[in-house]
């Protein structure tokens, strides 16, 4: 892939109907060695290591009015990754001719849960166990005479059913 720098107008433009954020970045960053002169397009953040196989996925963010124009031909474009524009904005700008391109942006979605017991928590056994320890341990008042305020009779067994006394 050759994505083409153009400082004087600052884009980036791309050959291709399918890119990713990091390459961009990249290719910017290489050609930015030899030009020097020109405002930096990025700002990153992210790619941290969280240990285990795991990193925080990195955000690149166009600066300096630099924007991403894609190839000359009517097509989809396929952006992978996160590429913003530092506070807001559009990141990708039409083309020079008539062209219909559809940009589709592919965001990854990444979640980290984070355990603060060190475990995996109680099983509902050990929930139940425990609430049926409070229980026998707790005095519940009850009174079996009575039934929300009316006194009852009745033992509550076959042939003696409780009833309004």
Known sequence: MAIAIDG????????????????????????HASNPEWLLAFRQVGGDDLGGGLSIPPYYFLLNGWRVRPMESAHNLTITGNLFVDGGGVPVVSTLGTYQVNVNYTVPVQAQGISTTGGSGATPSEIADEIMARLGATFIPVDAKKMNGATIAGTGQPGDLWRGA
């Open 8 to 31: 004087a107008t600052k884009r980036i433009v791309l050959d291709s109907a399918s890119v990713t954020a990091a390459e961009i970045w990249s290719r910017w960053v290489d050609w």
